[in-house]
DNA sequence: GTAGTGAAAGACATTACATCA
DNA sequence: ATTGATGTAATGTCTTTCACT
């Protein structure tokens, strides 16, 4: 993000990253091998499978991946987006979400909180490796990684959400930052370039006519870009130097707008 | 060629749970 | 033991993109 890109149209964050790699691209549009279904049940017949699994989710990821896999299965809420989720996940997937509803995820005390996963610390290292090196993923992707971490793939999927979204949320903060230090120094500068004005309107005004000279026969500096007087010697006696030509304060290049 | 449509996926806002000080 | 703050998994909705008709 260069600055200019901030300063011409209105402040442009250059937020997220410049292109996700077209895997939106190759995962969708073909069926995959499953066929699309749509299923309406019940839950009553399929309460029993899911709330076995269903323990406290949070006993703590030392219990074995597979009881993992189902915990969170109970927890999760099923809803119309089940169906499309069905299309997306693989087969054994479809099975464990299609008896998913929301009244499975009563406790024993009738109450349906959300039970919550917490990932291990391994599982998450891998998930945070795994983001590196690509911050989407594709179906196959997701698949292996889910298999890998006993994790359904859903489950992957919403953390790279969220770890993308923290991502951003960080990158934010940061070009936040940097904006308000421009903004401090534009302030400066434009305190500075003020107070110049005045002192050569000032200048201006004391000095007799002829001393005036016509712009005509000002020079420019070509190393500084000062303007004087045409004549050394009455640029020498002159204290007034203009001011460097107006220019936009650019904190990547200049460190101080003065010459 | 193009407009309409549906599926898939990501972004985003929000909720809710777990943990810690 | 309680409480408020914080982190984050999960959910719901909207938008975008693409393929198909």
Not at 55 to 81: I, K, P, T, W
Not at 154 to 173: G, H, P
Not at 220 to 243: D, L, Q
Request: with cysteine; hydrophobic share 30%.
């Amino acid at each position: 993000m260069g600055f200019d890109d901030l300063c011409n149209t209105g402040l442009v964050l250059g937020l997220g990253f410049s292109s996700s790699t077209g895997e939106h691209h190759l995962k969708s549009k073909k069926p995959q091998k499953f066929e699309p279904s749509l299923t309406l049940s019940l839950s009553g017949e399929t309460f029993d499978l899911v709330k076995k699994g269903g323990g406290v989710v949070n006993e703590h990821n030392h219990q074995s991946g597979d009881n993992l896999y189902r915990q969170d299965s109970a927890a999760s809420s099923f809803s119309n987006v089940s169906v499309k989720r069905e299309r997306e996940i693989g087969s054994e997937d479809v099975e464990i979400e299609r008896v998913s509803s929301r009244v499975s995820d009563e406790d024993d005390d009738g109450s349906n909180r959300r039970k919550k996963l917490r990932l291990t610390k391994v599982q998450s290292a891998l998930l945070e490796e795994s983001f590196k090196q690509h911050s989407t993923l594709n179906p196959k992707q997701k698949q292996d990684l889910a298999r890998e971490l006993k994790l359904r793939p859903r489950q992957v999927e919403v953390w790279f959400q969220n770890r993308r979204a923290r991502t951003k949320l960080k990158q934010t903060e940061v070009d936040c930052e940097f904006l308000k230090k421009c903004c401090e120094t534009l302030t400066d500068e434009n305190r500075r370039l003020q107070k110049e004005l005045q002192e050569l309107k000032a200048l201006k005004l004391a000095q007799p006519l002829y001393m005036q000279l016509p712009a005509a026969t000002l020079t420019m500096c070509p190393s500084c870009e000062r303007i004087g007087g045409g004549v050394p010697e009455n640029a020498a006696k002159s204290s007034y130097v203009m001011a460097p030509k107006p220019h936009f304060y650019n904190p990547f290049t200049n460190s101080s707008a003065a010459c």
